[in-house]
């Protein structure tokens, strides 16, 4: 339990994200989760939809600020409590559910649309990948998983599948990644004429 | 070698220097082949974005775990926005018109230097913010909502509690609860949630005069109570009933003194342990008249309550209420003490239904 006595600054947050620093994380985890909690329940939310858009949001800061480009142009509180608040009404909409808004009257917003921007269409490119490997099936995901993300040689893809040798696993790999690749391409023009943003 | 080989060996940097160069130059004149490139980079990319993103979800997942543990779940207040559909419309109009109104005050109260949060930073008004005691009583709301199969609403801005004033649906509570809403709200057992509106307001001694829009609701009115015009005593034995929570609470005590907080003598001090969610009630003498509507308490004193006095808002009514109302909010609804001599859960019962939760929402 070391974690809470340090007090950080917002760039000392910023930097400690960017080098993976598990303290600053979990700190920086704790202080905004109670203003975003209060939001998302005051708002027609659960606790675990908060808990969600929470962790979300810090996903949002997380890859932005690992552009090293990125630079906070306001109070640290106000991007987080401002992403949340996007992606609570986001979901909010998507649901269908129009509802007055019950602002934290103490909280200033900031102009988060191009961050959250990048992160949505992010997410909407693996909302579709998503599909694709679910259409993709087993074991052809694994696979391709194993080679593309854990960096599986073939050697051991063989060995773990069972095939008997690598230019047979490398065979299995070509036909799964054809099959994906058209999933994912195809399933992208049919997205894009449905789906307009926030 | 397959095409998509060929991207992963180039990728991975395993492509001979030979090669490399040849994929390049290949690259630059062969537009399809360039298409299939970026398009194999950019599944990769995002099949290693899911990854990542995967990963910082279930290590934030792990962080919360430790800082709150398993099991915090608060149960959800309201599962479908069923509010919202049946009374969007309202709301709506009542918001519109009560913005206006609102920026009218606010306008009003800013040239005056004078700031309606600051308006009594002694006492400590008595309407409950609904999301700070969501926490605390989540045993009992869960309880609660987990029996009843009604509508569930979004939850209110603020609540607080109000009275009937006589049979034709006008009802007190206290203006610092109702004063900035967008729409009004009042619900008790025996009536349904129903939409009511600001009819009259005498900020002067916090008194707001709402009126339920529904007049069906009202019909079988017959209020056992009316206001007394002479001022209480010292020493006599009074209560209250309002909604600090969701059910109504009975609270009793004695009338301790003939002025408010400083001196005011347009309140009472009474003994009565009130809580948020108080404001707005009313306060009863031995005889079941009311004698006061609860105001707020001093901060940190306990079983301290203060109270508008009765004869102040039979006067407020007389001298302030528009012409055209006058008439029918003095109208006192029952001459006869029909609750005199009554045991205290006689009168309750009786009293009950004429009290109401008052839900106030805001567009902010």
């Known amino acids: ?198 | 070698m397959k095409e998509s080989e060929v991207f992963d060996l180039y990728l991975n940097g395993g492509l001979p220097a030979e090669d490399t160069r040849q994929f390049e130059q290949n690259l630059k004149n062969d537009a399809v082949l360039a298409r299939a490139f970026e398009e194999h980079k950019a599944l990769i990319a995002s099949l290693e974005l899911e990854n990542s993103r995967l990963g910082l979800k279930n290590k934030l997942k792990s962080v919360h775990r430790e800082l709150f543990g398993e099991n915090t779940r608060i149960l959800s207040i309201q599962k479908e926005n069923s509010f919202a559909r049946r009374h969007g419309k309202t709301i709506a109009v009542a918001a519109s018109t009560a913005l206006i109104a609102v920026l009218a005050t606010v306008a009003a109260l800013s040239t005056g230097g004078y700031l309606l949060k600051k308006q009594n930073n002694e006492i400590l008004e008595l309407k409950r913010n609904v999301m700070e005691l969501k926490y605390s009583n989540e045993g009992i709301v869960e309880g609660i909502t987990m029996k009843k199969s009604k509508p569930v609403y979004a939850p209110a801005n603020l609540e607080g509690s109000a009275f009937a004033l006589n049979n034709k649906g006008y009802v007190i509570t206290s203006y610092h609860m109702v004063g900035s809403a967008d729409s009004i709200f009042l619900q008790n057992e025996e009536t349904e949630r129903c939409h009511a509106r600001l009819v009259f307001a005498d900020q002067t001694i916090d008194l707001a005069v709402l009126k339920v829009d529904n007049s069906s609701v009202a019909k079988n009115w017959q209020v056992p109570y009316a206001l007394k015009s002479k001022p209480g005593e010292i020493g006599e034995s009074v209560f209250t009933l309002g909604f600090p929570r969701e059910d109504v609470v009975y609270g009793e005590g004695a009338l301790s003194a003939l002025s408010g907080f400083s001196g005011d003598t347009s309140m009472y001090q009474i003994s009565i342990p009130v809580n948020p969610g108080n404001s707005g009630g009313p306060v009863l003498d031995e005889q079941g008249n009311v004698i006061g509507v609860i105001k707020g308490k001093i901060t940190g004193a306990e079983a301290t309550g203060f109270a508008i006095r009765a004869n102040q808002i039979l006067q407020s009514l007389k001298n302030s209420a528009p012409d055209s109302l006058k008439t029918e909010l003095l109208v006192q609804s029952n001459k006869k003490p029909v609750l005199r001599g009554l045991k205290r859960p006689e009168q309750i019962k009786r009293i009950h239904p004429y009290v109401f939760n008052v839900l106030v929402y805001k567009l902010d």
């Open chain 1, 1 to 198: 339990m070391s974690v809470s006595k340090v007090q950080y600054s917002d760039e000392e947050f910023i930097e400690g994200l960017r080098r993976g620093d598990n303290d600053v994380l979990k700190a920086l985890y704790k202080k905004y989760y109670q203003l975003v909690l209060k939001f998302i329940v005051n708002n027609n939310g659960t606790q675990e939809a908060a808990e969600d858009v929470y962790q979300e949001c810090m996903i949002v800061l997380f890859e932005n600020a690992s552009d090293p480009g990125f630079s906070l142009h306001c109070q640290l509180q106000t991007y987080v409590y401002s992403v949340a608040r996007r992606l609570w009404l986001k979901q909010l909409k998507k649901a269908g559910k129009t509802f007055l808004m019950k602002e934290d009257e103490e909280m200033d917003l900031a102009d988060v649309s191009e961050d959250l921007q990048v992160y949505l269409q992010k997410e909407s490119d693996l909302e579709r990948l998503r599909l694709s490997m679910d259409q993709l099936g087993e074991p052809c995901g694994t696979l391709i998983r194993d080679f593309y993300v854990h960096k599986l040689s073939m050697d051991q893809i063989s060995a773990k599948f069972g095939y008997t040798n690598a230019d047979n696993a490398k065979n299995q790999k070509y036909k799964c990644l054809q099959r994906l690749k058209r999933y994912f391409f195809e399933s992208r023009h049919i997205e894009q004429t449905s789906e307009k943003r926030l």
